[in-house]
Structure formats: structure tokens, C-alpha cells
């Protein structure tokens, strides 16, 4: 073997692995080549040693040494894959020495792929077309030409089309394609008849222009082969051949206006690469793997090819289209200039990593191969270790900002493209009721039937978006006029149009959804009130709970939330609930993963929670429907809580303050709402909640002060006399109650500042309106005003031979969020101290009455419901028990979880009925929470629908069947009843005078 031969061979084995075919092929056959040259005395007229310039000229020379078939294949062989190592090691040569003297990488890297591309086509051509010669008889050798459809530079494999002249000639053509496939498998690089797999016999290697024409004048067909064939170059063959598929099969797709019979085909193909491009853009990168022609090329050359075909050009490689377009689309050429260095990196990656690394498309990162592999190919392309950070983090970092930067150029210049589709639609014409252009028909009959029928040429197509834009404009006057088409056919043809628009939608799943969410949008504007139920109901029933179905549809979410939210809604419960089980299933795409497990979650909440918390769920996400994004992120949520926070302190204007508090209102319930379904502690939700109503009352009191000072011009100073107390709930610090138990109070009689105030308080209500709570003003009834003054409030409670049990118990519970300390105190010392601390042996004795008369008196619950808060033993009887405990301890603690933690240290030796009661009391209070949440707000536990709450419970009681809940809430209430009773018996009697207590008999009357 010649030296020069070894030590290409000796290189050539740092290459990839795929090229030690190569190199077995020349080190078996190099000699008997190089014995056939010299005996013909030819063979100075081969380059064996150096890279050919003429491949065919050289091939033809070779040809002629061999005695035998054989012989001829050897040779033939043993060249192509000598010429084949030596132009991938020249070409790296090549770009390692530009790179080291041209600072521009980006341009050498343009060249290198532009050079490489060139060589390999022309060094493959010749080859097959010197096989082409041995196997073709020469008398009856058909016309065809050879069309390569894919990427130049590809050398795992060449994709190409054939193209005849007609059935004349095929079966010699097809057996030397069919040999010439096998050869080249076996020896160099194997053929992928790509297009052949589409069109005419699948038996045949080949088809002719009729064949292509007749396949692709019914329907749209794979956009992705229409791509290749629109990039298709000429190999070999017939040059006229290749300009008549040009001009009768690829031509179509452009855009020419002159000639408007083709106008569909270019719709059909722009349909289909638009939404190609979109769910590229869409696709979310893997955090494990890196693949160059998913994350961008094919992205990248979906963009370029609509591009193409819209500006009617013939270029097929991708450098020569964006120069191209740069020329004739200058509005937009800075993109074009943006898209190309994308283009350039990863393609010249994914070429070196298939010659160095391997022939693959995925790269997995944590493979412990990989960073050797990419450490090869960061070096080759010219990138160098810095301190800390190797070639390959630059190499990485790089690659990442290729991909960003070419899904925001792709995504800029889709809007341009979807214009020119809206321009050019057929359907615009069919929508708008205008003439048509089709031989004898003048108007367009039934709208449904013609949509319909056109819509059968874009079968598989994805991209609809323009088209709902056009039934929406004028008010939804275009959708309305369809469906009323729709709904007047006879029920055998009506039946056959839906299933037709079923089919049509099961293809573009977002089309399917925005015309679904229209037609509820007009439904009371369509004849037909049916209409809506049976569409929405017939998609849904053709989900056939797949996968694929499954990985859509999460996808779908993940970049358009609020249409999957919207439609979900639109679904009953029992459809809500079988969605749910669909696609909770095992997915192969782990990256979609947190966006299938965030639609489930969204699913749940849409089925499995009642009319209060989606009240306030769809104001929350209808005006924010990108939080939909975090709604199982509780650390997001609450930043943007704390967000919406600042927007309403740093709010211009008294108007925009105003909408920012109520914007601020909806999203914290909601946020505390969320936090209670996934199981938090009841007591950190009361304290979130309390938070978040107490900045709300006194940010609402501040604004709504302003406006009345700047609406009257006027500074009356209330001197720290007004003070806005909470009561009931909302003053023990408690969560979800759906009213404002309120106590406005003015330690003055001044008439000026009592009309001030009451301006503030009437502003302040019609502002807590709007968040959907209910105010109720305690005292109101008795002052008649909002306001209620320390004057008044004593005249009330000294009023002779009245109770006011019941006011004593308001203003024991009463939490001021408005006011000052100096007033907080006064209140104490002019209410709190007289009325009830100096007192509390009557008031003490009042409410044990109130709590055994109830017990008495009170219905026992039916098998169908249980009353959480008046029950014996519910909510009410341990919250007048810590009512009791608060008058007779004198505690100031509001919050009911907090106050049983002190009385156990004011009490320890009976510290362990306290906790116990404080088990007790926590595991209803979060029953109650649930209830609200996911059944509905009324204080009723509707038995039959109890196990709803225990799918959402994680309780800290060891004790507790969350399978037979209801009966634990009874059990629970039960022991609730006995441990008030001892504690009153232990702790209350013996703290009060026994004289002044009477007490026995209600004790006795209870059973």
C-alpha cells in the first residue's frame, strides 16, 4: 500500500466510527485498484493520494481497468471511499486553518458548509451515476432524473426522488435503481427514496410528473414532502425533465398571482409549514439532551421555505434563500440577517458531530461519552478553554443562544406570513360571500356544506388561526351565518357536516378549541340552542384517550392556557372528570411533563370545587391567564402577590389604585384559596388570609380618604377618633368568609367629622362590592348610619331591660385594622373593660346558656347533612367557648389558634384538653375551609359528597378515616360536646363565684 494511502488511512481513524467502513473497504481493495492503474499505464490520471477535481472524469477512467462486474464495483467502490475520507479530512484542515486567520467564525462557517455541501453532491453524483452506467442497458435506458431532497451535506444518508417519464421504460429504470441501492448500502452511503415512499407504486423506486400530479391535486398531502420537493436539486439525469417537475408540480406552491388556480395548493402548504413552524417554536428544550435539527434547523427551514414560496423563488439552499429574501423582502432583511447565524452554527455542529461523533440526531448530555465528544467538536470549531470555563461550556452556550435566538426570529416572522395567507385564503372569499372564482358558480350556497368541502383539500393541515380571526370580526356576524348554515340541513346531512368539522378539528386541536369557545361566545345569537352542546359534545367524544392525544393537548396548554382554560370549562363535570383520566397517563416526553401535570391540576379545580372558589378563579385567571403557568408554584404565587401589592402603592392615580387593590383582593384569596386545597395547616391560612383582608380594608381606607379629600377639597382632620373594626371571623383571625362583619366607630359627636367619615365609609362599600363580599355594618341598625359613635354605642349597651348578649359578643370579638393605638385603648377602657371584663360573671353565664339551649333546641342532623357550625359540638359551640375563656382570663388574642396555645399555658394543668381541643377544633376548621372550597359555601356537610373533602385532605390526626369522613366529623363534634362540658365544669364554674352563677339547671336540661 502507497505511504501517502497509510497515512490517510492513519488520520481517517480519528474520524467517526461510521467511517471505519471506509477505510476496511481501501485497505482491502486499495492494492488491486492501484495493480489494475499501472498495468493500464493510467494511473497518473487518478488522484488516489490527493482529492480529485474532476470525480466523473476519474470515476470513468477507473471504470474501464476492471475485467469483470466485479471487478468494476470494487474499484469503483474503493475509490469513492478513498476520495470520501480524504474530502471530510481536507475540509477540516481547511476550517481549522480560516479559523485561526479570519476572526469572522460565523463566515468561515458558512463556507465550510457551502464547500462541503458542494463536494459531497458532486462526489456522490458521480458515483451513482457511473453505478447507473454499469446496470443501465444503453439501448434501452428510460429519460429520469435524480433529485436529492435533503440537505446537502447529510452523509448518514442521501435523500433523493426519481422522476421518470411515464411506465415506459420503469422496469429496466427500477431494477438498476434497486441494484445501484443495493451497492451503495454495502459499500458507501445508503439511498433513502423519500419521496417514492408517497408517490406512484410502492414497489417502484421511481414515479413520473402525471403521478405527482394526480396525488397531489386532491389534497394538501405531507407538507414536510412538499418541502423537499420545493428544495429538490438536480443529481443527475435529464435537465428537461427536472425544469417540467419544476415548472408542473413544485411551481404550484408559490405564490403567483396571475394564475389563481394554484392558489390553493400554496394556502394548502402554507397551512401546514406555518403550524410546522409553530409547534417548533412551541417545543420546549430537554434538559438532557440537545438535538440541532429539532431545537432549530427544521424550525429555521419552515420559516425560509414559507418565506420562499411566498416570494416565488427557485433557490433550494438555505444561505441562498435568506440572500434571496433579503433582496425582495427588505422590510423585513434584518431578520433574515438575524436567522442566518442560527443556521450557520447549527448546522455546521450537527455536521461535525455526525463526521467525528456519530451519525445521530440526539445528543445526550449526561452520557459519560458526551463531553469527550463534544470537547472534539468544540476544538474543531475553533473554541478555547478560559480559566474555569472549558470550550465546551462556550460551545453550549452557544448552542442555546442559536436556538433562543432563532425561535424569536421564526416567531417575528410569522406574522408576516400569516397576513399574506389571510390575503390569499379561498375561504376569505367563501366566508365573506363574495363571487368565486370556480366555472359556474356564482354564490356560494349552504356556508357550512362549501367550508366544509374546500376544508377537505387542507386535511392534516394545522394552522387555522386566521380563519377564526375572520368568524369573530364584525361580532361574530360571519360565525353566526354558519352555523345558521349548519343548523338548517336535513339531520342526515347535518350529522355528516359535523362529523366533518369533528374530523377537521381532531387535526389542529387549537383551531378546534377557538371555534369551539366562539360558538359558546354567540350561542344565544344561533337559531339552534342545541347547536353548541352537540359540537362541544361530539369532540369531546371523539378523544380517544391516547398518548399522543394526551402530549397535544399539554402542549397546547403550556403555550395557550387560557384556551385549554377556557374550553374546560365549557365541559361538564362527568367530561371534566373523564379529561382527567385521559391524560393522566404515562408520557414518552418528560419535558411536558410539568405542563400535563398543571392542566390536570387546573382539570381538578374546574371539577372538584364549587361555585365560591371558581368565582373568584376565573376573575383571577380571565384577566391574568399566564398564572395558570404557577399554579402549582406557591413561592411564585407569592411574589406576584407581593407584585400586585407594589402596583397599588405606586399607582398614579386614585382610579388605577383603586382596580390595582381590587386586582390585588382577587388574587390573594385566590393564592390562599390554592394553598388551602394543597393541605397547609388551617391556621397559616387564617394568617395569610388575615394578612392580605387587613392590608386590603386599611390600603382601600387610605385611597378611598384620599379621593373624598381631593373630591371636596377638603382636609377635615379626624384626629385618630375613626376606627374600622373586624368582627365574627374576620376579628378571630379565621379564613373564607364570604361577608365583612364590620364596626365603624368615631369617638366624637362632631357633626363635621362624622359626614367626613361617613363619605369615606359609603366609598369604602361600594369598593368592597366589587370584590364580591358582602359588608355588614354591626351597630348600623341601632345608629342608623355606618358609623356608630362612643356616644351612641353606650346609650345602647345601658339601655334598660334589653339583652345585648349578642353586641357584647361583637365587640368582644372586634379586631381594629383602622385606627390608632391610642383609640384600640380607649375602646378597651370604654367597652371592653365595663361591659364585659367588670361583668363577665352575667356575660359568662349568658353564653354558657346560649350554648346549652342550643343543644336542647337543636334538630339532630339528618343522615344526608351535617351542621359543621351549629351542630352540638360544630364551630359555634367552640368559638363561644373561647369567648368565655377570653372575658374570663381577660386575653386580648384574636386569633382562636393562638388563644388555645395560651390557655394552656394560663391553665396547664389542663394543657392536654386544650390541645386535643385544639386538634379538634383545627380538623373542622379545615372541613369547613374544604366544604367552601370544593363543595359549596354554605356551614352544611352534604354527606352523599363528604369524600370529595378527604381527596383533598392530609390530616395530622393519626385517628382519622379519611374513608369514612362524615362519620369522623360526627365522632369529632361528639367529643367536642364533652370536652366543653368538663372544661366548663373544671376550669369556668370553679373561676366564678358560685353564688352569682346559675348555671345547673341548663346543665341538667341537656341530655
Known amino acids: 500500500m502507497d505511504i501517502y494511502i497509510e497515512r490517510i488511512l492513519r488520520r481517517a481513524r480519528f474520524l467517526g466510527n461510521h467511517h471505519r467502513k471506509y477505510i476496511f473497504f481501501v485497505e482491502t481493495h486499495i492494492d488491486k485498484l492501484m495493480a489494475r492503474l499501472e498495468q493500464a499505464m493510467i494511473i497518473d490520471q487518478v488522484h488516489l493520494w490527493a482529492s480529485a477535481r474532476d470525480y466523473k472524469k476519474e470515476m470513468d477512467t477507473i471504470a474501464t481497468v476492471g475485467s469483470s462486474l466485479e471487478e468494476k464495483q470494487n474499484d469503483l467502490a474503493c475509490y469513492f471511499a478513498l476520495q470520501f475520507l480524504q474530502m471530510n479530512l481536507s475540509a477540516i484542515d481547511i476550517l481549522m486553518l480560516d479559523l485561526t486567520t479570519n476572526p469572522n467564525r460565523y463566515a468561515v462557517y458558512k463556507q465550510f458548509m457551502l464547500r462541503v455541501g458542494h463536494d459531497f453532491r458532486r462526489l456522490t453524483a458521480a458515483y451513482m451515476e457511473q453505478l447507473l452506467d454499469l446496470y443501465l442497458p444503453e439501448e434501452k435506458s428510460p429519460e429520469f432524473v435524480f433529485l436529492g431532497v435533503g440537505t446537502r451535506s447529510d452523509q448518514d444518508d442521501i435523500d433523493i426522488g426519481v422522476v421518470d417519464s411515464g411506465a415506459e421504460g420503469r422496469e429496466v429504470l427500477n431494477k438498476a435503481v434497486s441494484r445501484m441501492n443495493r451497492e451503495m448500502f454495502k459499500r458507501a452511503i445508503s439511498l433513502h427514496f423519500h419521496l417514492s415512499e408517497h408517490v406512484g407504486s410502492p414497489s417502484s423506486f421511481s414515479a413520473s410528473i402525471d403521478e405527482y400530479c394526480q396525488l397531489l391535486e386532491n389534497e394538501i398531502h405531507d407538507f414536510v414532502i412538499i418541502t423537499e420537493m420545493l428544495g429538490a436539486a438536480k443529481i443527475l439525469g435529464s435537465r428537461k425533465l427536472f425544469n417540467e417537475f419544476h415548472r408542473r408540480v413544485t411551481l404550484r406552491y408559490n405564490y403567483i398571482p396571475q394564475d389563481s388556480s394554484l392558489s390553493k395548493y400554496h394556502e394548502g402548504y402554507l397551512r401546514g409549514i406555518i403550524g410546522e413552524a409553530r409547534s417548533f417554536v412551541l417545543r420546549e428544550l430537554s434538559r438532557d439532551r440537545i438535538s440541532p435539527k429539532g431545537d432549530g434547523l427544521r424550525m429555521i427551514k419552515a420559516g425560509l421555505y414559507a418565506a420562499k414560496t411566498i416570494f416565488n423563488l427557485r433557490q433550494v439552499n438555505s444561505w441562498a434563500i435568506i440572500q434571496s429574501l433579503k433582496r425582495n423582502d427588505k422590510k423585513r432583511a434584518a431578520y433574515y440577517d438575524q436567522i442566518e447565524a442560527p443556521l450557520t452554527f447549527l448546522e455546521i455542529f450537527r455536521y461535525l458531530y455526525q463526521m467525528l461523533i456519530a451519525q445521530e440526531e440526539?445528543?445526550?448530555?449526561?452520557?459519560?461519552?458526551?463531553?469527550?465528544?463534544?470537547?472534539?467538536?468544540?476544538?474543531?470549531?475553533?473554541?478555547?478553554?478560559?480559566?474555569?470555563?472549558?470550550?465546551?461550556?462556550?460551545?453550549?452556550?452557544?448552542?442555546?443562544?442559536?436556538?433562543?435566538?432563532?425561535?424569536?426570529?421564526?416567531?417575528?416572522?410569522?406574522?408576516?406570513?400569516?397576513?399574506?395567507?389571510?390575503?390569499?385564503?379561498?375561504?376569505?372569499?367563501?366566508?365573506?360571500?363574495?363571487?368565486?372564482?370556480?366555472?359556474?358558480?356564482?354564490?356560494?350556497?349552504?356556508?357550512?356544506?362549501?367550508?366544509?368541502?374546500?376544508?377537505?383539500?387542507?386535511?392534516?393541515?394545522?394552522?387555522?388561526?386566521?380563519?377564526?380571526?375572520?368568524?369573530?370580526?364584525?361580532?361574530?356576524?360571519?360565525?353566526?351565518?354558519?352555523?345558521?348554515?349548519?343548523?338548517?340541513?336535513?339531520?342526515?346531512?347535518?350529522?355528516?357536516?359535523?362529523?366533518?368539522?369533528?374530523?377537521?378539528?381532531?387535526?389542529?386541536?387549537?383551531?378546534?378549541?377557538?371555534?369551539?369557545?366562539?360558538?359558546?361566545?354567540?350561542?344565544?345569537?344561533?337559531?339552534?340552542?342545541?347547536?353548541?352542546?352537540?359540537?362541544?359534545?361530539?369532540?369531546?367524544?371523539?378523544?380517544?384517550?391516547?398518548?399522543?392525544?394526551?402530549?397535544?393537548?399539554?402542549?397546547?396548554?403550556?403555550?395557550?392556557?387560557?384556551?385549554?382554560?377556557?374550553?374546560?370549562?365549557l365541559l361538564s363535570d362527568v367530561q371534566q372528570r373523564k379529561l382527567y383520566k385521559w391524560l393522566n397517563k404515562r408520557f414518552s416526553d418528560r419535558e411536558l411533563l410539568p405542563a400535563r401535570n398543571r392542566l390536570l391540576y387546573l382539570i381538578k379545580l374546574h371539577y372538584g370545587t364549587s361555585r365560591y372558589f371558581k368565582r373568584v378563579m376565573n376573575r383571577v385567571l380571565g384577566k391574568h391567564p399566564d398564572y395558570l403557568e404557577y399554579l402549582d408554584d406557591p413561592h411564585r404565587l407569592s411574589l406576584i402577590g407581593k407584585g400586585h401589592l407594589a402596583e397599588v402603592e405606586r399607582a398614579q392615580n386614585i382610579k388605577q389604585k383603586l382596580q390595582n387593590l381590587v386586582i390585588y383582593y382577587d388574587f390573594e384569596f385566590f393564592r390562599d384559596c390554592l394553598s388551602a386545597l394543597s393541605d397547609t395547616p388551617p391556621q397559616t391560612i387564617a394568617m395569610e388570609f388575615t394578612e392580605f383582608t387587613d392590608t386590603y380594608l386599611r390600603m382601600l381606607f387610605d385611597t378611598c380618604k384620599q379621593e373624598i379629600d381631593d373630591r371636596y377639597e377638603t382636609h377635615i382632620k379626624t384626629k385618630d377618633l375613626l376606627g374600622i373594626f373586624v368582627t365574627g371571623g374576620h376579628g378571630h383571625m379565621l379564613a373564607f368568609d364570604d361577608d365583612y362583619d364590620l364596626i365603624i366607630l368615631l369617638n366624637s359627636s362632631d357633626s363635621e367629622i362624622l359626614d367626613y367619615a361617613t363619605k369615606i365609609i359609603s366609598r369604602m362599600h361600594t369598593e368592597i362590592v366589587k370584590c364580591g363580599i358582602i359588608p355588614h355594618y354591626r351597630l348600623s341598625d341601632y345608629s342608623g348610619s355606618y358609623i356608630c359613635t362612643f356616644l351612641q354605642l353606650r346609650q345602647l349597651l345601658n339601655s334598660p331591660g334589653v339583652d345585648r348578649f349578642v353586641d357584647k359578643s361583637q365587640l368582644l370579638g372586634a379586631r381594629m385594622v383602622v385606627g390608632s393605638t391610642v383609640l384600640q385603648q380607649e375602646f378597651v377602657n370604654t367597652f371592653i373593660q365595663p361591659y364585659i371584663y367588670d361583668d363577665r360573671k352575667n356575660y359568662i353565664q349568658e353564653l354558657v346558656h346560649d350554648i346549652y339551649e342550643r343543644h336542647r333546641s337543636f334538630e339532630k342532623d339528618t343522615p344526608e347533612f351535617i351542621?359543621?357550625?351549629?351542630?352540638?359540638?360544630?364551630?359555634?359551640?367552640?368559638?363561644?367557648?373561647?369567648?368565655?375563656?377570653?372575658?374570663?382570663?381577660?386575653?386580648?388574642?384574636?386569633?382562636?389558634?393562638?388563644?388555645?396555645?395560651?390557655l394552656s399555658t394560663l391553665v396547664p394543668e389542663f394543657a392536654h384538653s386544650f390541645q386535643m381541643f385544639y386538634r379538634h377544633y383545627e380538623f373542622l376548621r379545615k372541613i369547613r375551609d374544604?366544604?367552601?372550597?370544593?363543595?359549596?359555601?354554605?356551614?352544611?356537610?352534604?354527606?352523599?359528597?363528604?369524600?370529595?373533602?378527604?381527596?383533598?385532605?392530609?390530616?395530622?390526626?393519626?385517628?382519622?378515616?379519611?374513608?369514612?369522613?362524615?362519620?369522623?366529623?360526627?365522632?369529632?363534634?361528639?367529643?367536642?360536646?364533652?370536652?366543653?362540658?368538663s372544661l366548663i365544669d373544671k376550669v369556668v364554674i370553679p373561676a366564678i363565684s358560685e353564688e352569682s352563677f346559675v348555671y345547673t339547671n341548663f346543665h341538667m336540661q341537656h341530655p
Not at 469527550?372 to 443562544?401: H, P, Q, R, W
Not at 354527606?943 to 378527604?950: D, G, K, N, W
Not at 381527596?951 to 395530622?956: K, P, R
Open 362 to 569: 440526539e445528543i445526550y448530555l449526561n452520557h459519560p461519552a458526551v463531553s469527550n465528544n463534544l470537547a472534539m467538536v468544540a476544538e474543531t470549531m475553533g473554541y478555547k478553554a478560559i480559566g474555569a470555563a472549558s470550550a465546551t461550556d462556550f460551545l453550549l452556550t452557544d448552542y442555546y443562544k442559536s436556538v433562543r435566538q432563532a425561535k424569536e426570529t421564526v416567531k417575528t416572522l410569522l406574522p408576516a406570513t400569516i397576513t399574506h395567507l389571510s390575503h390569499v385564503t379561498i375561504f376569505g372569499k367563501i366566508l365573506r360571500h363574495k363571487k368565486v372564482t370556480e366555472a359556474g358558480e356564482k354564490r356560494i350556497g349552504n356556508l357550512a356544506k362549501r367550508f366544509l368541502k374546500e376544508a377537505r383539500f387542507f386535511k392534516g393541515t394545522k394552522f387555522w388561526d386566521d380563519i377564526i380571526d375572520v368568524l369573530e370580526r364584525k361580532d361574530g356576524r360571519i360565525l353566526i351565518r354558519l352555523a345558521n348554515h349548519m343548523s338548517i340541513l336535513r339531520d342526515a346531512e347535518k350529522e355528516r357536516v359535523i362529523g366533518e368539522l369533528i374530523e377537521w378539528g381532531r387535526n389542529s386541536f387549537i383551531g378546534m378549541f377557538q371555534f369551539i369557545a366562539l360558538l359558546y361566545k354567540y350561542k344565544n345569537r344561533i337559531p339552534d340552542p342545541n347547536l353548541f352542546a352537540l359540537i362541544n359534545e361530539r369532540f369531546f367524544n371523539s378523544y380517544r384517550g391516547t398518548s399522543e392525544e394526551a402530549q397535544r393537548m399539554s402542549i397546547v396548554f403550556r403555550h395557550y392556557p387560557k384556551l385549554i382554560h377556557d374550553y374546560i370549562s
Open 930 to 981: 374544604l366544604n367552601r372550597l370544593i363543595l359549596s359555601a354554605g356551614d352544611y356537610i352534604n354527606v352523599p359528597y363528604v369524600e370529595m373533602l378527604s381527596q383533598n385532605m392530609i390530616t395530622a390526626s393519626p385517628d382519622l378515616d379519611r374513608h369514612n369522613l362524615a362519620q369522623d366529623i360526627r365522632n369529632t363534634m361528639a367529643k367536642v360536646v364533652i370536652e366543653i362540658r
Open 867 to 902: 351542621n359543621l357550625k351549629e351542630g352540638p359540638g360544630g364551630l359555634r359551640d367552640i368559638e363561644m367557648f373561647l369567648l368565655i375563656c377570653r372575658a374570663l382570663f381577660k386575653v386580648s388574642e384574636h386569633s382562636n389558634y393562638k388563644l388555645f396555645i395560651q
